[in-house]
């Protein structure tokens, strides 16, 4: 490497963008819903913080909203079950119940269950057991 350039390093992912149809409806259910701490909104944009890493939420510039074209976003829970149970009572509907999708070789399991937002794009809890 050159001088500098071994030094260098990416941080913590800082903030995740992603688009929604309509800021009202989002802010209901990411912050009143899923519960996630909302830091502001202005205008057609909204923040929330997701234990240290912002979600920013805006409408698309172009104006067409593709809610398949949006990245799933997973939110690390300490107990995938109880997450499950608490979201569903608050009236997110689930794909299906928590499911394990890996055994790792010391055993430790990962589990994801998968939901959508108003707008129908993609989100997931995921946890260990």
């Known amino acids: 490497m ?3 350039m071994a030094l260098f390093g990416l941080g913590p992912i800082g ?3 992603r688009h929604v149809s309509d800021i009202g409806r989002a802010v209901d259910f990411y ?3 899923l ?3 909302h830091l502001y909104t202005f205008g057609d ?3 929330f913080d997701c234990d240290g890493t912002r979600l920013f939420l805006s409408r698309p510039e172009s104006g ?3 809610p398949a074209a949006q990245s799933i976003v997973y939110f690390r829970v300490p107990d995938i079950h ?3 149970d608490s979201l569903t009572g608050r009236g997110v509907t689930f794909q299906a119940p928590p499911t394990m999708i890996h055994r790792h070789e010391n055993g430790v399991e990962e589990w994801m269950a998968f939901f959508a937002d108003p707008d ?3 989100l997931a809890i995921m946890g260990t057991a």
């Open 31 to 33: 912050g009143g819903v």
């Open 64 to 66: 067409a909203f593709d």
């Open 15 to 17: 903030q995740i963008a």
């Open 82 to 84: 109880a997450a499950h």
């Open 2 to 4: 050159v001088g500098s």
């Open 35 to 37: 519960g996630l701490p």
């Open 45 to 47: 944009l909204a923040f």
């Open 120 to 122: 129908g794009s993609l």
